[in-house]
């Protein structure tokens, strides 16, 4: 099955403490993970991929395939980085066709 | 560079009501993905254009959800008759193509309350 937990719905740390949001998927193939990101009253978009092995905003994410992981951090959160975060899988759907499964997400609330 | 549009951004309707949404996607993306994402989920895939062709619907309820993309650029997603378990936020996305792996670029989303 395809799948993708992010087990917290909540996580609330103070600003300047490193930030670690949880996400475990399974996938039988290659897996390819996202995080997307929605700041409040904006649009669901785009943070990291893993396949760029980039650091966006301070935040990277390694795979883990021997943890089926892909956990988000970064080490000194600040104010902007409150929103939700989503964890998602290009896992294949009907006829072969690549699509994203997501996680439910979690609530990143960083305290001043 | 104008991103995804959706409207209405709100709607209210009762039980066994008709509903339409529209998206506009990004001028030159060829696959658009309808998701519905209920309070406290992520959002799941409803249906995928190619073009104006669909890609996948798998998980599209058929017996009241219909969706076209007549000239391969606007979409519209339709209810009929919608159920309370269809109260959710209903998302347009785009990408350039259909690769595994490209960034999906989205809309603001519809806000639907079946009461």
């Known amino acids: 099955a395809q799948r993708v937990t992010q087990p917290e719905k909540l996580l609330s740390v103070f600003k300047g403490a490193p930030v670690e949001l949880k996400c475990n998927y399974s996938y039988s193939g290659s897996p390819e993970l996202f995080w997307y990101v929605q700041y409040s009253r904006q649009r669901l978009q785009l943070l990291l991929r893993h396949i760029s092995r980039e650091s966006i905003k301070g935040f990277t994410a390694d795979l883990n395939k021997g943890e089926t992981s892909f956990h988000l951090k970064k080490p000194f959160a600040q104010e902007e980085d409150s929103a939700m975060y989503y964890c998602?899988?290009?896992?294949?759907?009907?006829?072969?066709?690549?699509?994203?499964?997501w996680g439910a997400g979690t609530k990143l609330i960083i305290k001043p | 560079e104008a991103g995804v549009a959706q409207s209405p951004r709100y709607k209210i309707i009762e039980k066994r009501q008709s509903v339409a949404f529209w998206c506009n996607p990004i001028s030159g993306h060829a696959t658009l993905y309808w998701y519905q994402q209920i309070l406290g989920q992520g959002p799941k895939l409803l249906i995928q254009?190619?073009?104006?062709?669909?890609?996948?619907d798998s998980q599209l309820p058929k017996d009241r959800f219909s969706a076209e993309r007549l000239k391969g650029v606007d979409s519209t997603l339709k209810i009929q008759p919608a159920k309370l378990e269809d109260s959710a936020v209903y998302l347009c996305a785009s990408s350039l193509v259909r690769l595994r792996g490209i960034e999906q670029f989205f809309g603001p989303g519809t806000r639907l309350t079946v009461l």
């Open positions: 254009f190619q073009n104006n062709g669909v890609v996948d």
């Open positions: 998602a899988l290009s896992g294949q759907g009907m006829d072969s066709n690549y699509q994203l499964i």
